[in-house]
């Protein structure tokens, strides 16, 4: 196997929040465990498309495909535009319900590498169609594998399938283990030895292993990872610490500047139609730190700049003077920073929030616009408060300014309330519920089924040619029967004694592969 360069750090693309990678998800189906896992997936990749495909603002999905392995390995879903595609994803996520009732057999010990193998040479394929075409190249693909094997069993699977096979175009490749819930169906062999501690490094490198409970609140959460910023090009903000305040030569002797990444905390209600703040505009420049969400600057565009302004005590600003969406700090793993320094920028970021948060302090910090820089009018400036936690990352939330501030008269209570009020209030808030939390993972508001209604129904030749066949079954097999294809998958080049993988992948991906619109035009596969 090609090893990826995890050393070096002029090998990566730019990776921006509106030029996310490919992903291919592989469902790696085993018996029985496939009959308990397969209800809560389909329903966590339901709630995640509904949400996926509803998100405005910039593309933080772009193209989706679907391979699941059975007895072979099969392409449900060709690489296709996330956004604004619901139907058809819902169409995908209705097939792996239907393998729950028709069973599946022990997968053959080549299908997944063939499964991933085939997904490669797709990516290519629909990459090198953008080339041609002067398109945005798309530089980079992420594969999962979800399993409820033992994962180290199908790492050692991969790497022994994958080891002359080129991965270098593959951004990251995750084993997922599906674990909670089904081990007392599991009939897999006995879990293999631990390898040394030379052969772990070796497989972390290419890799990555995880162990997902089978539940669909543990699914959602994991297929939402796939919303975050991806970019890796350039760090995101600038923390000064050194106060302006003082003198130049002080500053300078002294200058204190942690670089951070900025995180969300949670998807922005006014990036989704029909919720109660989906009439603000998303594509406003805010001049705030919230505008590095808003828009797609420019790789050219420096870091946004924090300035600590003053330190303030943790009760010493009122909860009802802040405002917008909270977002997240921490260090940066911008991969265009020696690793020196980026350790030596972890270690500071460490000490700030360790020493916040012994002397219960928060920083007031200025920001710095986002403007054009043809732009010579002198600009609005934002402030924010800056809150430590006992992770390592810092909260950031705007504050307001004297000049959006409103005029209030807020009288303070005085001593005792009446008694009669009193009894009655203590009687009601005794039959409350007690919380010491609050998990909004247990809190819903029926959004992802007003999500799924407000998309349109399957409309047109595309949907009832494509899927209405898949539906048709004989003798509890797949029919062959499938839509054309677009574009025709490139061969599988075998390698030495590889020849039954070659004949195998043809005849599971033949037929699958398409052009990821909704444009039933064709052009030429290229071989």
Same mark, same amino acid.
Request: with cysteine.
């Given at each position: 196997m090609h090893r990826r360069r995890t050393t070096s750090r002029g090998t990566s693309p730019a990776m921006k929040i509106s030029h996310q990678p490919l992903r291919l998800l592989i469902v790696h189906i085993t018996l029985p465990s496939w009959a308990d896992i397969c209800p809560n997936l389909c329903e966590a990749l339901q709630n995640f498309f509904s949400l996926a495909c509803s998100l405005m603002g910039p593309n933080r999905m772009s193209l989706f495909s679907l391979y699941t392995v059975q007895n072979q390995h099969e392409c449900v879903l060709p690489f296709v535009q996330v956004r604004g595609n619901f139907v058809r994803l819902q169409a995908c996520i209705s097939e792996l319900r239907m393998l729950q009732v028709e069973g599946c057999h022990r997968p053959h010990h080549t299908s997944l590498p063939l499964a991933v193998e085939d997904g490669l040479q797709q990516f290519k394929q629909y990459s090198s169609h953008l080339a041609t075409n002067a398109a945005r190249p798309c530089t980079s693909l992420e594969i999962t594998v979800l399993t409820s094997r033992p994962g180290k069993e199908v790492v050692k699977e991969l790497e022994e399938g994958l080891k002359d096979i080129n991965l270098l175009s593959v951004r990251r490749l995750q084993v997922v283990e599906v674990i909670k819930g089904i081990q007392e169906? #599991?009939?897999?062999?006995?879990?293999?030895?631990?390898?040394? =501690?030379?052969?772990?490094?070796?497989?972390?490198?290419?890799?990555?292993?995880?162990?997902?409970?089978?539940?669909?609140?543990?699914?959602?959460?994991?297929?939402?990872?796939?919303?975050? =910023?991806? !970019?890796?090009?350039? !760090? =995101?903000?600038?923390?000064?610490? #050194?106060?302006?305040?003082?003198?130049?030569?002080?500053?300078?002797? =002294?200058?204190?500047?942690?670089?951070?990444?900025?995180?969300?905390?949670?998807?922005?209600?006014?990036?989704?139609?029909? #919720?109660?703040?989906? #009439?603000?505009?998303?594509d406003d420049p805010k001049g705030d730190i919230s505008s590095l969400y808003h828009m797609a600057s420019p790789s050219s565009d420096p870091p946004y700049k924090l300035q600590v302004i003053k330190a303030l005590r943790s009760g010493g600003i009122c909860e009802s003077l802040t405002y917008g969406l909270p977002f997240i700090l921490r260090p940066t793993s911008c991969w265009q920073l020696d690793w020196d320094e980026l350790e030596t920028n972890q270690q500071h970021f460490h000490a700030l929030c360790h020493c916040l948060l012994k002397r219960d302090w928060l920083l007031l910090a200025r920001g710095e616009p986002l403007i054009p820089r043809h732009n010579q009018n002198l600009p609005a400036c934002s402030f924010c408060v800056i809150t430590p936690s006992q992770s390592l990352t810092l909260l950031v939330k705007l504050v307001a300014t004297r000049e959006l501030m409103l005029p209030g008269f807020f009288p303070l209570l005085s001593e005792d309330p009446p008694e009669d009020s009193l009894k009655i209030i203590e009687s009601t808030l005794d039959s409350l519920e007690l919380g010491l939390t609050y998990n909004p993972l247990q809190v819903g508001s029926h959004l992802y089924s007003h999500l799924s209604s407000t998309h349109a129904k399957p409309q047109g030749r595309l949907y009832t040619t494509s899927w209405a066949s898949r539906g048709l079954r004989k003798g509890g097999q797949l029919q062959t029967n499938r839509a054309r294809a677009t574009v025709v998958p490139l061969p599988v080049a075998p390698a030495p004694g590889r020849a039954l993988k070659k004949s195998t992948a043809s005849k599971a991906s033949s037929g699958t592969f398409e052009l990821p619109s909704d444009s039933e035009e064709e052009y030429p596969s290229q071989t």
């Open positions: 169906h #599991t009939d897999s062999p006995s879990p293999i030895e631990e390898p040394s =501690n030379d052969e772990s490094s070796i497989l972390e490198a290419d890799i990555v292993l995880e162990t997902l409970d089978n539940d669909v609140v543990s699914m959602e959460v994991f297929f939402k990872a796939w919303l975050h =910023n991806s !970019e890796t090009d350039q !760090e =995101n903000i600038h923390l000064f610490l #050194t106060p302006q305040s003082l003198s130049p030569s002080r500053a300078e002797a =002294n200058p204190i500047c942690l670089k951070c990444d900025l995180q969300e905390r949670f998807l922005s209600p006014s990036l989704l139609p029909g #919720t109660a703040d989906g #009439t603000s505009r998303v």
